[in-house]
């Protein structure tokens, strides 16, 4: 069985500095996919980045970009000249094909102006 | 990019009565969809997979008389919360997998079921 483990339940930064949100997963398939969402306060869950397992090459989105770790299974989210708007929970997640996600416990991120 | 809808988005009932949410993938088919609780400040819990043409699966320890998951076309999965309870209070989501998109998950906005 998957599992997927976020280790940092809080953080907090100032507006613009770096932050890196840390996951580590555990599966025993060899083609697997990993997500990073947010939900800010409304609580819609979105799409920050996603990785293929069978890719070396790390994913990045605009400010978001991942550190893929396949051999130490860690798959950590960082975003660069963070902005107020990104304040919200991230979770970490993983999944094989169209089969359902596995969470993380989720990481509460607040940027301070 | 993929619109998952989810109707209500809120809803209050009395305790006893029964409650149905709606969830439509709105520009693409997904045999299968999935239903998820939140409670405050944790993470979704999944409940139960909705699948096309047949029975939903259920997660360990969700009652399947309970909440009850209808997926009668591609594009609408529907959990009733029967006989509802206060402890059945929560927040509800769906979410939907496109198949062109690596399997990325899409959610809807989102129930929050209240019940009195």
């Known amino acids: 069985a998957q599992t997927v483990t976020q280790s940092q339940p809080e953080m907090s930064v100032q507006e613009a500095e770096t932050v890196t949100l840390s996951c580590t997963y555990d599966?025993?398939?060899?083609?697997?996919?990993l997500f990073w969402y947010k939900q800010p306060p409304s609580r819609q869950m979105i799409l920050v980045i996603r990785q293929e397992a069978y890719k070396q090459q790390n994913a990045t989105e605009n400010r978001f970009s991942v550190n893929f770790q396949k051999a130490a299974k860690s798959f950590s989210l960082k975003i660069s000249d963070s902005q107020l708007g990104d304040t919200a929970m991230y979770f970490c997640?993983?999944?094989?094909?169209?089969?359902?996600?596995?969470f993380g416990q989720g990481t509460r991120l607040t940027i301070n102006p | 990019g993929a619109v998952v809808s989810q109707h209500p988005s809120r809803v209050i009932c009395k305790s006893g009565t029964s409650v149905k949410i709606e969830c439509r993938s709105l520009?693409?088919?997904?045999?299968?969809m999935f239903w998820y609780r939140q409670f405050p400040k944790q993470s979704l819990m999944l409940m139960a997979t909705?699948?096309?043409?047949?029975?939903?699966?259920?997660e360990q320890g969700v009652e399947k008389d309970k909440f009850l998951i209808n997926h009668a076309s591609l594009t609408l999965s529907t959990l009733t919360v029967t006989s509802a309870h206060p402890e059945d209070s929560s927040f509800y989501i769906c979410?939907?997998?496109?198949?062109?998109?690596?399997?990325?998950?899409?959610f809807g906005p989102g129930t929050r079921l209240t019940v009195l």
């Open positions: 997640a993983s999944v094989q094909g169209a089969q359902k996600l596995v």
């Open positions: 979410s939907a997998p496109l198949a062109g998109a690596l399997y990325t998950q899409y």
């Open positions: 520009d693409f088919q997904a045999t299968t």
């Open positions: 599966t025993s398939e060899s083609n697997y996919y």
């Open positions: 909705s699948n096309e043409g047949s029975k939903a699966t259920y």
